[in-house]
Nanobody, 114 residues
Framework: QVQLVESGGGLVQPGGSLRLSCAASGIIFNMYVMAWYRQAPGKERELVAIITSGGSTNYADSVKGRFTISRDSAKKTVYLQMNSLKPEDTAVYYC????????WGQGTQVTVSS
């Protein structure tokens, strides 16, 4: 059974930082492209950052230079380091694993507010 379990969300002030984690089980982690998506109220789910099994990364324009995605194969975990957070980053953040099929985590809420 595939499980993606996110953690690290919460309430942070503008300009602050958070690190999200996603622990994977039930998949051969090194064979999967891992990604973070987010969905704000009333908006469609959007890709935030993606990392291949080889470590290549890509980011949405809105987070370039502020967010960093990384992965630890030994821990089967993908991370999203979020710096210089803005109110418009407020959303539910979802972990995603992609190969021939894709799997989703349950989501973790990130709220950026003063």
């Amino acid at each position: 059974q595939v499980q993606l379990v996110e953690s690290g969300g919460g309430l942070v002030q503008p300009g602050g930082s958070l690190r999200l984690s996603c622990a994977a089980s039930g998949i051969i982690f090194n064979m999967y492209v891992m990604a973070w998506y987010r969905q704000a109220p009333g908006k469609e789910r959007e890709l935030v950052a993606i990392i291949t099994s080889g470590g290549s990364t890509n980011y949405a324009d809105s987070v370039k230079g502020r967010f960093t995605i990384s992965r630890d194969s030994a821990k089967k975990t993908v991370y999203l380091q979020m710096n210089s957070l803005k109110p418009e980053d407020t959303a539910v953040y979802y972990c995603n694993a992609q190969r021939l099929s894709q799997f989703w985590g349950q989501g973790t809420q990130v709220t950026v507010s003063s």
